[in-house]
């Protein structure tokens, strides 16, 4: 499990780091999301999380997981066994993911949906449970920057079009409060 953790780690600093890149944020300020060891803002926390979804006679009186949006910078998942994860598409409705041998899943949280001011959308997402004898596994990966910095929108335009921040700027520790209290619905309590 340490090993796997280990992986995943270099994996999430690795897409985070591209992302940023990509969105012209500074060597200087990714140290401070990815690395810190400045105890002032705390350092990086990173979550394994193990979910079990056993065969379910009457899937349609329980749910696996409720719709939500993760908090991190980003999620990294690996599922094994039946369908069951589901994102929700505009237009379209819930579409599901189901396993693909192989292959992991990269879930972009709230923070980073702020942090590039919605270029990088957090999906919402849901479980459902399959009326099925197999049992369903998914391990996560939760990649959060150090509590106490605070994440703002970063407006540099990727093209002439001018931006401007569609996210007033937030404390990491402050938005998972905010985010408990409004019972999930984060982003639109910081939105300007």
């Not at 197999?134 to 929108?153: C, Q, V, W």
Request: net charge positive.
């Amino acid at each position: 499990m340490e090993e796997y953790q280990r992986e995943m780690k270099g994996l999430g600093e690795r897409i985070i780091r591209l992302i940023l890149k990509f969105l012209g944020i500074s060597e200087e300020e990714m140290m401070k999301l990815l690395t810190s060891t400045d105890e002032s803002i705390g350092k990086p926390h990173m979550a394994l999380r193990l979910n079990s979804y056993p065969p379910c006679p009457d899937p349609g009186q329980v749910m696996g997981l409720a719709a939500h949006t993760d908090t991190s910078l980003c999620t990294i998942l690996h599922q094994v066994g039946n369908n069951g994860l589901q994102i929700f598409k505009d237009g379209t409705g819930w579409v599901p993911l189901s396993p693909m041998s192989g292959t992991l899943i990269v879930n972009i949280g709230d923070l980073l949906h702020i942090l590039s001011n919605g270029r990088f959308p957090s999906i919402l997402h849901r479980v459902m449970i399959q009326e099925n004898k197999e049992h369903r596994f998914s391990l996560a990966y939760f990649y959060d920057p150090p509590g106490e910095i605070y994440i703002s929108p970063y407006c540099k335009p990727l093209s002439d079009t001018p931006q401007f921040p569609l996210y007033r700027s937030v404390n990491v520790k402050e938005y998972f409060a905010i985010k408990a209290k409004k019972t999930g619905k984060g982003l639109p309590a910081i939105k300007i």
